[in-house]
């Protein structure tokens, strides 16, 4: 009777949470709320524990920071879709901004992109041509760029304009994120790794329907760990590079996650393999579980943190609510304290 008392309450509790993702998911897309957000002080105040700030100034600032407690940086201008041609282009005139700071600052840092904010809805022609003149921006400062991966509806045009700019400009400063919770991730892992391609392992922030991605979470975890080992394995097996002393470039592997349990996982299999610290990087988000990146950055792991930035703060801030409760709480605690 007390068994399924508890199995009951666990089930209404699950339930009860998958309710309030979804539901803060879709704040991050209402636009009603959007507008409320942004014209509201306090929450304005309370998503900059996730955001640098509204100005680039703001983040390189932060990267600089970041810089003098031994970690690296990929910044990212927040914003998604774009709606016309000249906003993607006027979009990639911005990151270009943002590649010119890092080189003029001197801090150790890349950058990271959607490409729905350089025109993926668009037109992929556009989108591979705004991608390769930043791609080509940033060789010439010798940096490096992330392309984040955006939902499983995208995945398909994000590998086409990746292998495009690989093939017709020759570019190799490009990287890619793969998402565990998707099931096609060890095929599109294995597709990379023949042209080296650095990738980001994430498990994924979407909503994605069980035709597309596992849905529990242990499996999501339990292909995180898989694809890990595939990817240091290709790390070790390849002598890939380390992480470049200014910073700027990653290794082959890198794992974005605050998951206590898959960084203890790596730890343990690159002592498994060994693989040297410097060959493989953990990545983190700027303002989450900032303990964890400090006592890896001590022990001597090369540590990334993602730094968002700009004034299109509001959906990355609620996706970041969507994933933990507790922010959630620290949210509407600090919006009461005012
Ligand atoms: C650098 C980086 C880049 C990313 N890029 C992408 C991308 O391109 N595309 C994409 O879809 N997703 C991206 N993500 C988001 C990712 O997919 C996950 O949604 C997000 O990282 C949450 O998963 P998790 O691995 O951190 O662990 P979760 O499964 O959310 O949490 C597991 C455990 O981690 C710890 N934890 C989590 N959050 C906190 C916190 N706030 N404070 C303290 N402990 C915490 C807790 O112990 C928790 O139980 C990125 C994440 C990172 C870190």
Redesign the pocket.
């Known amino acids: 009777m007390e068994e399924k008392k508890f199995i009951l309450q666990n089930s209404i509790l699950i339930g009860g949470l998958g309710m309030l993702r979804t539901f803060l998911i879709y704040l991050s897309k209402a636009n009603w709320m959007k507008e409320m957000m942004l014209n509201w002080g306090i929450a304005r105040k309370v998503a900059l524990r996730f955001v640098a700030g509204e100005k680039l100034e703001d983040a390189i600032l932060v990267a600089k920071n970041l810089n003098t407690k031994g970690m690296n940086a990929t910044l990212d201008q927040l914003g998604e879709d774009t709606n016309t041609p000249e906003e993607a282009r006027e979009t990639g005139e911005q990151i270009k901004e943002i590649l010119n700071a890092i080189e003029s600052s001197g801090v150790r840092a890349g950058i990271s992109l959607k490409l729905t904010q350089i025109g993926l809805d668009l037109s992929e022609d556009l989108c591979v041509e705004i991608l390769a003149g930043l791609a080509i921006l940033a060789r010439k400062y010798n940096n490096f760029i992330r392309v ?2 955006e939902d499983s509806p995208r995945v398909d045009a994000t590998m086409r304009v990746y292998k495009r700019i690989q093939e017709e400009y020759k570019i190799n400063n490009v990287g890619m ?1 793969l ?1 565990s919770y998707l099931y096609r991730a060890e095929e599109d892992l294995i597709e990379l790794l023949k042209s080296n391609t650095k990738i ?1 392992m ?5 909503t994605e329907p069980p035709t597309v991605a596992y849905q529990k ?1 242990i499996e999501v975890d339990e292909n995180f760990d898989s694809l890990m080992e595939i990817l240091m394995d290709a790390a070790n097996n390849n002598n890939g590079p380390d992480v470049s002393k200014d910073g700027k470039w990653p290794p082959l592997p890198a794992a ?5 349990a ?1 960084v203890e996982f790596i730890k343990e299999y690159a002592r498994l393999i060994g693989l040297p610290k410097d060959k493989f990087e953990i ?3 700027y303002g ?2 900032k303990g964890l990146q400090d006592s890896l950055a001590a022990e001597g792991y090369p540590v990334r943190i ?1 730094i968002p930035f700009g004034q299109e703060w509001y959906p990355y801030f609620m996706r970041r609510l969507a ?2 409760p ?2 959630l709480w620290f949210f509407l605690t600090a919006l009461f304290r005012g």
């Open positions: 984040d991966i994120v998402q980001r994430v498990k994924g922030a979407y979470k974005g996650t605050h998951d206590p898959r990545q983190m988000l989450i579980n993602y994933e933990r507790a922010n």
